[in-house]
């Protein structure tokens, strides 16, 4: 299986309720570079702002702005996030860095 397939199905396996496609998953080296600039940008925050910001990614499917390109966070990982913010599960942006930590070759 091509490396979008086996990523589709280990994010479907480690993030219960979300159901990602092949379709869904950039080239691994713009997910890896998405993954990375997104873990940087989430350990730059202070404790504080990293808990607002996890709280409102969970709870409202906002998590899509980090990938606009005139935020330029996260921009490779735009199609991740639509999955994220448009399924009704509740998780926080860290632990989506977790996942697809865990998920990267």
């Not at 993954?35 to 202070?46: K, S």
């Not at 448009?86 to 070759?105: A, E, G, W």
Request: aromatic share 6%; hydrophobic share 50%; proline share 9%.
């Amino acid at each position: 299986m091509a490396f979008e397939d086996d990523f589709a199905a280990c994010l479907t396996n480690v993030m219960p309720g979300f159901d990602f496609q092949a379709s869904d998953i950039p080239a691994e080296d713009e997910v890896r570079i998405g993954a990375e600039n997104l873990a940087a940008w989430l350990n730059a925050l202070e404790p504080d702002t990293l808990a607002a910001v996890d709280e409102v990614t969970a709870d409202f499917g906002v998590s899509q702005g980090l990938a606009d390109p005139s935020v330029g966070i996260a921009v490779p990982l735009l199609p991740i996030l639509l999955v994220v913010d448009n399924t009704p599960v509740s998780m926080p942006i860290s632990s989506v860095v977790q996942s697809l930590s865990m998920c990267l070759p």
